[in-house]
């Protein structure tokens, strides 16, 4: 089962991908780098390394779709997760032409992901700064919650003042499950690996 | 940097996902605009699609119909309705042609409109911006309504920059040069020269983004066109607009006053047509037409007010809504 995670930039996608695996017990996690002609380059990391090389405080660091497989104990039948990190989709036209081709590539994506996990800096609602919730999280959640199962993850929930953002996104995606998380704490992992695992059955 | 001007111009639909992600890498699409997209056209959402399209064909075969009842009123003009009928269904045929994935032709709708002033160009013109917006040719279809002086400037490269602020304001909707041919009379040194040039230029770079029309005296149109050969073939159709008979402008003169809530007793109708035949032919070539007629009656309006003023207490509803013939010959 393939899990998209999408959102505008910099609300802390690649993180959670990475601390999101390790909480599921990987130590170590080959990263498949899809390039825009579908061509796969693999390699092994660490995921001290991984976060190291992934995870930036600019936006648009992630400019590749990136999938971290995982396979998780289940019995006899262990199942198979892929979450797919994606490049962050940011409001309007972008003015360089690699990013929006970039961006592209994650559009491209949404169709045919099983799952779509829409991560929202729930710390910067009503702000004008890039991350901060907007007209492509509205859009995303419209198209996305018609392809299969979506969830929005309200991130930061860690930072100051993130409390109210969660009740004002649930008022704002109502019938949409809205899940606060941490990227940076593990808040909220349960909760997601829960409704995960509930999708897949 | 892409062109913002895309954002709010005209552009077709996007048809399939991939062109979405095309118009996106290009940057003609904004990201919201693209998902927007990509939830219309994606296979999985085809419910909602079937779902929102029908109510929304329904309403723009409504949106057409209005404003074709609307040209459809307006008094004479046989010829003009025809061709218009005919835009219209060539244009719905070629959008129908290419949704089942024939070839169309580009659509060159840009058009000559000759006729005296007075004859309804103005107003078919904006008609034709509201027609062109409910097909979805033009995104917004309003009409912008310039002559020689909005587009000509007064120094080297002015007009170029003047006439491309004129052509960005018309974007969406129709571009209306009223008498065109002045553009052309001062000769080559002129600036009207550059005026043109820049306009054939437009045509080219906002293809389909909006719908030049060049207006003026039907003699005048001619000679601009035979000395400019290269804009004939850029305007393919051509709406001609005759003076009006005499029958046309009583009915545009009742049109009128209904309108204002005046009516002519059946004396003054048949008196205004007895004159208006008497003398036609005799007319002032820039005199004619609907603007004679409203001229007229504006008189008698006045006219009636000052008859109706020595006696106003005991003028009846009746008395303040009739004209008679006395009124409107007070001003012949």
Known sequence: ?201 | MPEPVYEHGYSPDPMTSREVLAWFEAGRISSEGALKHLQKLDSRTGDSRTTVRVPSQESRRRRVEVVLRELDDLVGLHDVKKMVHEIRAYVEVQQRRVEVGLASEPQALHMVFSGAPGTGKTTVARILGRLFQALEVLSKGHMLEVERADLVGEYIGHTAQKTRDVVKRALGGVLFVDEAYSLARGGEKDFGKEAIDTLVKAMEDHRGEFVLILAGYSEEMAWFLSMNPGLLSRFPLHLHFPDYGPIELVAIARLMLSARQYQLTPEADRQLAEYLLQTQGRWHKNAGNARLVRNLMEGAIRRQAVRLMRRLDMASREDLMTLTWADIEGGL
């Open chain 1, 1 to 201: 089962m393939d899990a998209l995670v999408i959102g505008k930039p910099n609300v802390g996608k690649s993180l959670f991908v990475l601390n999101f695996a390790s909480y599921l017990g990987l130590r170590e996690i080959r990263l498949d780098v899809m390039s825009s002609d579908d061509r796969v380059s693999v390699r092994r990391v660490s995921l001290e390394d991984a976060k190291r090389k992934l995870v930036s405080h600019t936006a648009h660091k992630t400019l590749l779709p990136r999938r971290v497989d995982l396979v998780l104990p289940n019995g006899k039948n262990p199942k198979h997760l892929s979450i797919i990190d994606t490049v962050g989709i940011s409001e309007g036209i972008h003015h360089v032409a690699d990013v929006r081709q970039a961006m592209a590539s994650t559009l491209a994506r949404i169709s045919s992901a099983d799952m779509v996990l829409h991560l929202v800096d729930v710390s910067r609602l009503g702000h004008k700064s890039i991350e901060a919730p907007g007209p492509v999280d509205e859009e995303i959640a419209r198209y996305a919650k018609l392809l299969g199962p979506y969830a929005i993850l309200a991130n930061k929930v860690d930072k100051p003042g993130a409390a109210d953002g969660v009740s004002q996104l649930r008022e704002q995606f109502r019938g949409i499950p809205v899940i606060p998380i941490s990227a940076l704490t593990r808040r909220g992992f349960r909760e997601v690996k829960a409704l995960i695992f509930r999708y897949m059955g």
